[in-house]
């Protein structure tokens, strides 16, 4: 399993981001996958969720309304669209997928909301 992160950076308050995951080693559209972040200091966090075809998402509370997870099943890549971020959502991001038992993870991808 590999999962390879791409995207984040630095944005101003309100900005918008879009982080994607390409996923190989497995049958992509077999699995939900997630987002999860872990800020300094902190734990690290469910961000979303997206069902294995896409038709069903959860969100953490925090994000609700701002952020979009989705996914292409041909292309084996999900992705987490972010906007009206927030100086509070500065933190590495992951994306991740549980599998025979297992959580996988990308390498993480720095997301750093500044003016």
């Known amino acids: 399993v590999q999962l390879v992160q791409s995207g984040g950076g630095l944005v101003q308050p309100g900005g918008s981001l879009r982080l994607s995951c390409a996923a190989s080693?497995?049958?992509?559209?077999?699995?939900?996958m997630s987002w999860y972040r872990q800020a300094p200091g902190k734990e690290r966090e469910l961000v979303a969720t997206?069902?294995?075809?896409?038709?069903?998402?959860n969100y953490a509370d925090s994000v609700k309304g701002r952020f979009t997870i989705s996914r292409d099943n041909a292309k084996n890549t999900v992705y987490l669209q972010m906007n009206s971020l927030k100086p509070e959502d500065t933190a590495v991001y992951y994306c991740n997928v549980l599998r025979v038992g297992v959580k996988y993870w990308g390498q993480g991808a720095q997301v750093t909301v500044s003016s």
């Open positions: 080693g497995f049958t992509f559209s077999n699995y939900a």
């Open positions: 997206i069902a294995s075809g896409g038709g069903r998402t």
